[in-house]
C-alpha cells in the first residue's frame, strides 16, 4: 500500500509512445450476477498484517503457543470493538502479506507474522476468527491480498526461513517454483508473466473464496512494483511468453490483466455473491500522457505497476474499485478532490462500486507540501474530503489505511471527529446475509 504514497516521487517526464488506452474485449465473468451490495456507504479500514504493522501484536510472538493465542485473539477482538463504535462496518483483512498464510492453507506454509517462523501452526485460523468475531458484530471482512510478492526483502535470514520449509507441507513456492522467483524493489517476488504463475495465485483465492465465508477479495497495488535500483528481470520471460507484443510494457499489462480475468472469473463461478475489488494507485494516467487521464502529475498505475485499472472497470471485471488517493485539495499535482471526481466519472457508466482510501496515516503528521495534515488535528481536511465523498452519488464509501493510526496520539482529534460522524449510524449498515 505504501507503493502509492511515493507516487509523486517517480514522476517520469518520457511521452510513452501509446497514448490512448485501447478497449480491448476481454472475456466477462460468466455470469451477470453481482456480489452482495453493501447496505449503505461502506466505511472501511485496512488491517495490516506484514511486518505486524497493525496486527498481531509483536509482544504475542514468543509467547507460549496458549498465551500467544489468547493474547492474538484478544487484540483482534479488542480492535473490532474498537472499530464497531467508531462506525466501521467493513475490515479489510490481509491474508496473504506475503507469500505466506494467514488462514490454514493447502497451498501456503502459516505466516511467520504468527509464531516468528515460517510454516509454523499457530494453533488456530486468523481468517475464521476475525470472520466469527467480525460477522457477529455486523461487519463484513474482505480478505486482502498481495498477489505477487513472496518476502519483504532478500537477506540470508530470510532465504534460510525460506529453505526451511522445503521439509514442512506446504512448503514454500519459493522451494517449489524458484523458476518463478524474481528480486524486484529488494524483494523476493513471482514473475507476473508466467502463465503458471498466476494460475498458481488464482488457485489461493479459489481455496479462499470456497472455505470461507468471507465478504469480499481484494488485491492492492502491488503488481508490477519495482524501484530504479531493484528492477524485475524478466527479459527471458518476455522472450518466452510477448509473442505478438511489440514492447514489454504493454505485454506487461497484459499480464496483469490475464490475471484480473482469471480471478474475476473464478469468484464468479465459485461464489457469484462474494465481491472482487482492487485497491490500486489513486492516479491511472497522467491526463499529459492520456487525453483519457486525469489533470494530475506524478507516477500512475497504467505506467508503473503495468495495470490498467480504468480497462477494468469498463469491462465489468471487478465489484468495487478503491483508488488510494493519499493527497489533500491543495496538492495540485495530484489534488483529491480532482482524483475523486476522475474516478467517479469513470464508474459512472459501469456497475462498479466506488470506494475512496483515504490517508489517515498523514493524519497529525507535519508536512511542508501538505501542511494541511496538522491544521486542527487534520480535521478541516478529513472533512472536506469525506463531504465530498457523500456529495457524489457515484462514491459508494470511504477506507482509511490503516487501522493502527486510529490509536496514535496525533490522530485522536480526527479520530473523535469519525466517531461524531460515523458512530450512531454505525447500526444502520449491518452485514447482509
Not at 498484517?49 to 496458549?66: G, K, Q
Not at 503458471?196 to 512494483?225: K, L, N, P
Not at 524485475?232 to 511489440?246: E, H, I, P, V, W
Not at 486525469?294 to 505497476?305: F, K
Amino acid at each position: 500500500m505504501l507503493l502509492a504514497a511515493a507516487l509523486l516521487a517517480s514522476c517520469s517526464s518520457e511521452r510513452p509512445k501509446s497514448l490512448v488506452t485501447p478497449l480491448l474485449s476481454v472475456t466477462p465473468p460468466p455470469t451477470s450476477v453481482p456480489a452482495v451490495a453493501p447496505q449503505g456507504p461502506v466505511r472501511g479500514v485496512w488491517l495490516t498484517t506484514v511486518s505486524r504493522l497493525d496486527w498481531p501484536p509483536i509482544s504475542s510472538v514468543n509467547a507460549p503457543p496458549a498465551s500467544r493465542i489468547r493474547l492474538q485473539q484478544a487484540a483482534l477482538i479488542a480492535k473490532l470493538d474498537t472499530l464497531q463504535r467508531l462506525g466501521i462496518n467493513t475490515v479489510f483483512f490481509q491474508v496473504k502479506p506475503d507469500g505466506t498464510a494467514l488462514w490454514r492453507s493447502r497451498i501456503l506454509p502459516w505466516s511467520d507474522m504468527l509464531t516468528g517462523t515460517i510454516g509454523e501452526d499457530p494453533g488456530y485460523d486468523p481468517l475464521q476468527f476475525i470472520l466469527d468475531e467480525a460477522h457477529k458484530r455486523g461487519m463484513r471482512v474482505h480478505a486482502w491480498f498481495n498477489p505477487y510478492r513472496v518476502s519483504t526483502n532478500v537477506k540470508p535470514g530470510t532465504v534460510n526461513a525460506l529453505n526451511k520449509t522445503l521439509s514442512g507441507q506446504p512448503a514454500s513456492v519459493f522451494m517449489l517454483h524458484r523458476d518463478w522467483i524474481r528480486t524486484a524493489s529488494d524483494r523476493f517476488v513471482l514473475d507476473p508473466g508466467i502463465p503458471a504463475a498466476r494460475e498458481w495465485i488464482t488457485s489461493i483465492i479459489a481455496e479462499v473464496v470456497a472455505h470461507y465465508d468471507i465478504d469480499g477479495i481484494q488485491f492492492d497495488d502491488y503488481f508490477y512494483a519495482e524501484t530504479p535500483g531493484s528492477t524485475l528481470n524478466d527479459s527471458a520471460t518476455f522472450r518466452a511468453y510477448g509473442q505478438g507484443f511489440n514492447n514489454k510494457a504493454d505485454w506487461r499489462r497484459h499480464n496483469t490483466q490475464q490475471l484480473i480475468e482469471q480471478v474475476s472469473r473464478t469468484i464468479k463461478q465459485l461464489k457469484p455473491q462474494v465481491a472482487f475489488g482492487v485497491s490500486p494507485a489513486g492516479v491511472w494516467r497522467n491526463l499529459s500522457h492520456d487525453p483519457a487521464g486525469s489533470d494530475t502529475r506524478g507516477a500512475a498505475a497504467y505506467d508503473e505497476a503495468y495495470a490498467d485499472t480504468r480497462r477494468w472497470v469498463q469491462s465489468g471485471l471487478l465489484d468495487y474499485i478503491a483508488p488510494q488517493i493519499y493527497w489533500p485539495f491543495s496538492r495540485q499535482a495530484a489534488r483529491y478532490d480532482v482524483l475523486a471526481k476522475w474516478w467517479a466519472n469513470v464508474v459512472k457508466p459501469t456497475h462498479t462500486r466506488l470506494y475512496i482510501g483515504i490517508a489517515l496515516y498523514k493524519v497529525g503528521e507535519p508536512s511542508r507540501l501538505e501542511p494541511e495534515w496538522t491544521d486542527a488535528g487534520g480535521v478541516p481536511e478529513l472533512k472536506r474530503q469525506l463531504d465530498l465523498n457523500d456529495s457524489l452519488p457515484q462514491i459508494s464509501g470511504t477506507i482509511l489505511f490503516r487501522e493502527n493510526y486510529l490509536n496514535l496520539p496525533q490522530t485522536q482529534q480526527a479520530v473523535e471527529y469519525l466517531r461524531q460522524r460515523w458512530g450512531e449510524s454505525s447500526s444502520a449498515t449491518r452485514r447482509p446475509r
